[in-house]
């Protein structure tokens, strides 16, 4: 394991704005922050604690002000300013786990839409059509939710604390007296409010837990923001808003900032204080770049999530925005719920009128325009409007510095979407040049609403835009308009799982099926900065509630589930709580379809996990999966840690631990998780893997039956097919064989699903044949 691996750590959203300039690997070598990782907080014997307290004093006796952070609390270790020449001397020391640079870099992405820049994010929503006050979860006393993000605008109507009770008497977190922040800026809805920067000298500090950039109070409105009437985007999709579990409490943790990023050792100082706190769910919207694939021990949201979920903490991160790529999927560790984009049914409409004939086509945008509603503009293709000497492949796009400005006055431009700029960009650019439009030809955006201000701009298919343009091109005075935005709701088909929602299989672990369920992630609206100018279109105050996509929107819906689960079953673990809402979630869209991807093709559990999120589901599930330590311990044994690596890794190993004496990574499919992933299938030898079933229903229907859907030119057998609970908490296991007689050609899929009548406990499953897929 190579302790100096670089980590690059960022929330998309840093990346998409570019604040920052990439510097790469050379960072590992240079002195800086590095994480020194020393497993649990205590052993039994205590030896790790001495361990920590002798290389913290024996460094700060050379380096007296090297210290950033010391973890204590969830977990062991300390994050110091130190040369490459000491990490690496520390790195060897007893008790030692990992030592690893704290980058924060920018991530290399081609794609910048704007939605981008809400990488890991997700909602709640306004709904029109609920009857809210009739849903019984509004009665629930909640459960503590931590969001690690960029802080909080405690102002918002989203936060306020009206009908909820005292403050959970067990709650140890504070709440931080800061710059533009007071002690009595948190109630009993905000119950924490902690800020982390980590310290390389070379930035700007702002040391609060204020939001200055809205995506933290966006996600924490979304978890668990009070219901809220009346709420919209400028008067589009008005409604009442509320969080997944209105009734849960927040603590706030800002370990996000616009100058530095979120720094892995500010996310572990985070967990480790919340851990202390007492949260119950944690929410991240946040991850390392779909390339960096760190080591588990040199990844601060590995570490962080399993020293919390060892302390009965549910722990739930966003896949990342790196989709549709195959194997992009982070926070993938087998302890943490992953979760996916999917769309809602509600669509932000602003649609095209062609010609004479009024034809209508239809676009997606946000735009707060009021142009006249008859088609009375011209309309023109940009590639026909390049400026002398810039080649038309150049304008077709509506490149900066790439048009006439004389062709385009006045005119509503027809732009292609090749090349680097996003939806906003190309339209300040024709707005400058005295457009009076935009309509953008781009299959990705058109899933994802882009925001124009009060610029008339949509976004059209490519099968849309080809009419476009031949209406263009077959008269001599085309003319157009481009029609207010509506939010039409009941759009069909949803969900759907959008393109930029990051794919399994994951390659950290192997044999994990990653992610792990889907929510919606695309056009969410939640709550927002109370003063952000900048978001406010040309003439309007700033918005109360924005609408953005990203699968940090998608993480909070779950998060907000799980707190409601706890808050019902206070009892179950971080692995029930998982189990229930992935067992329960479903396959099919409001069209009664299979739910696919938003190019139509059908999704699989590479998409989105076991499917689209229920959120009463979860409350009944039946059966559940339980994920002891005991299958973690395996786990870090099948991966390849040695049995001394574990145990300072965490002291919860039970007495006689051994690691089995057959350790390989494909026994991982063998740890007792709610779906199952088999990779390096050998179709001679097959493969045979257990799982047991915990009963948590009060039913008195005691026995479920298998059914299989097993894929093409695959065999599965289960063993037995009937389980038998007689008793509260009784576990039974069954065997599910696979095996095939030809090599399978690709990646198949299927699903184990056990009834009793009452209850359906459904695990998808997935088999690849080629190892490292
Ligand atoms: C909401 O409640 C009202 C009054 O009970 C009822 O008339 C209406 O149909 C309900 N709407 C929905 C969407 O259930
Ligand atoms: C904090 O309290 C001070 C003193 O009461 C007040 O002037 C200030 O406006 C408050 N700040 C916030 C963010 O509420
Ligand atoms: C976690 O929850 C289980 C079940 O409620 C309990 O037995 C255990 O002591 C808890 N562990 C911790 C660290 O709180
Ligand atoms: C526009 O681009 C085309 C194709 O490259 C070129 O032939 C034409 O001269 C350009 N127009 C002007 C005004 O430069
Ligand atoms: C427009 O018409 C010209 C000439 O007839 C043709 O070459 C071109 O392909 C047409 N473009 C589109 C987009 O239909
Ligand atoms: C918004 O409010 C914060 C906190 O008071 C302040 O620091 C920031 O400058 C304000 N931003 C704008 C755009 O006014
Ligand atoms: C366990 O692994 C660590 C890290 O690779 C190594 O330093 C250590 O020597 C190993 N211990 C044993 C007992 O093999
Ligand atoms: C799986 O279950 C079978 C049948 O109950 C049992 O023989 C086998 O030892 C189990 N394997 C593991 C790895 O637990
Ligand atoms: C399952 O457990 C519940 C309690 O959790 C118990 O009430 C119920 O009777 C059990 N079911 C069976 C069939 O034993």
Redesign the pocket.
């Known amino acids: 394991m190579n302790a100096l691996i670089t980590f690059i750590f960022s929330l998309s959203f840093f990346s998409a704005v570019s604040l920052l300039t990439e510097t790469g690997a050379a960072a590992a070598e240079k002195d800086g922050v590095y994480i020194v990782y020393m497993g649990a907080a205590a052993s039994r014997k205590g030896s790790l604690k001495d361990d920590h307290a002798q290389l913290l004093s024996s460094l700060l006796k050379r380096k007296t002000n090297a210290l950033v952070h010391n973890y204590k609390h969830g977990f062991s270790g300390f994050a110091a300013v130190l040369s490459a020449e000491e990490a690496h001397s520390i790195a060897e020391r007893p008790g030692v786990v990992s030592v690893f640079p704290d980058s924060v870099l920018e991530l290399h992405t081609t794609r910048s839409w704007d939605f981008l820049k809400y990488q890991t994010s997700v909602v709640i929503d306004s709904n029109p059509n609920s009857n809210s006050s009739s849903t019984t979860s509004d009665h629930d006393s909640g459960a503590i939710i931590g969001v690690l993000d960029t802080g909080i605008w405690p102002e918002s109507e989203s936060f306020n604390d009206k009908d909820m009770g005292p403050i959970p008497p067990g709650w140890k977190g504070t709440c931080a007296q800061a710059q533009?922040f007071n002690t009595s800026n948190c109630n009993r809805k905000i119950i924490g409010a902690r800020s982390y920067e980590a310290d390389d000298s070379s930035v700007i500090k702002y040391h609060s837990p204020?939001d200055?950039i809205g995506h933290g109070t966006h996600v924490a409105s979304t978890a668990a923001g009070s219901e809220v009437q009346g709420v919209s985007y400028y008067g589009l999709a008005e409604g009442t808003a509320k969080g997944g579990s209105p009734g849960s409490r927040l603590a706030i943790y800002r370990v996000c900032s616009s100058h530095n990023g979120c720094r892995g050792s500010s996310i572990l100082a985070a967990f480790d204080d919340a851990i202390a706190d007492g949260v119950e769910v944690l929410s991240l919207s946040l991850g390392a770049p779909s390339f960096l694939k760190p080591e588990l021990t040199n990844d601060p949201i590995a570490i962080g999530a399993f020293h919390a979920v060892q302390h009965n903490i549910t722990v739930v991160c966003s896949a990342g925005n790196d989709g549709p790529t195959r194997g992009s999927v982070v926070n993938a560790a087998p302890w943490i719920l992953t979760v996916a984009a999917s769309t809602i049914d509600r669509d932000f409409e602003s649609n095209v009128v062609l010609g004479e004939d009024k034809v209508i086509i239809k676009g997606e945008g946000i735009n707060l325009a009021n142009i006249q509603k008859s088609p009375v503009y011209p309309i023109i293709y940009a590639k026909s409007a390049n400026k002398t000497g810039v080649d038309e492949d150049e304008s077709r796009s509506c490149n900066p510095d790439s048009m006439d400005q004389e062709i385009i006055k006045g005119k509503i431009v027809v732009c292609d979407q090749d090349g680097p700029y996003s939806p906003t960009e190309k339209k300040d650019v024709v707005k400058n040049l005295g457009g009076i439009g935009v309509v953008l030809i781009d299959d990705e955006s058109r899933a994802v609403a882009s925001t124009f201000g009060t610029f008339p701009a949509t976004v059209i298919s490519s099968k849309d835009g080809a009419k476009v343009l031949s209406y263009i091109n077959s008269t001599k005075n085309p003319a157009a308009t481009i029609l207010p935005t509506t939010s039409p709701t009941e759009y069909k088909p949803a969900p759907t799982i959008t393109y930029f929602s990051s794919r399994g299989p994951s390659t950290i672990p192997k044999n994990i099926l990653k992610p792990d369920i889907a929510a919606p992630g695309v056009n969410i609206l939640a709550a927002w900065?109370g003063?952000?100018?900048?978001e406010a279109p040309e003439g309007k105050d700033p918005p109360q509630y924005n609408v953005i996509s990203g699968t940090s929107m998608a993480c909070p819906h779950v998060s907000g589930i799980a707190a409601t689960v706890k808050s019902r079953n206070s009892k179950w673990g971080p692995s029930a709580i998982r189990s229930a809402i992935m067992t329960t979630a479903t396959q099919t869209n409001n069209l009664k379809a299979p739910i696919t991807t938003d190019k139509g093709a059908a999704a699989t559990p590479y998409d989105f996990g076991a499917g689209e999120v229920s959120t009463t589901g979860p409350l009944e599930p039946g059966l559940v999966y339980e994920t002891t330590t005991i299958d973690y311990l395996n786990f870090l044994c099948y991966y390849g840690y040695n049995i001394s690596t574990i145990q300072i890794i965490t002291n919860t190993i039970p007495d006689g631990f051994t690691c089995p004496e057959e350790s390989s990574i494909d026994l991982i499919s063998n740890i007792n998780y709610p779906s199952i992933a088999i990779s390096n299938f050998n179709e001679k030898a097959g493969r045979k893997v257990n799982r047991t079933l915990t009963n948590v229903s009060k039913d008195d229907k005691t026995v479920y039956t298998v059914s299989i859907d097993a894929p093409a030119g695959l065999d599965v057998q289960v063993v037995p097919d009937k389980l038998q609970f007689t008793n509260n908490g009784q576990k039974s296991s069954y065997q599910v064989s696979f095996s095939s007689t030809n090599p399978l050609k690709k990646d198949v899929f299927g699903f184990i699903t056990w009834s009793n009548g009452k209850y359906k406990v459904r695990s998808p499953f997935a088999v690849s044949s080629k190892s490292g897929n």
Do not use: P
């Open positions: 533009d204020r200055m900065l003063n952000d100018t900048a």
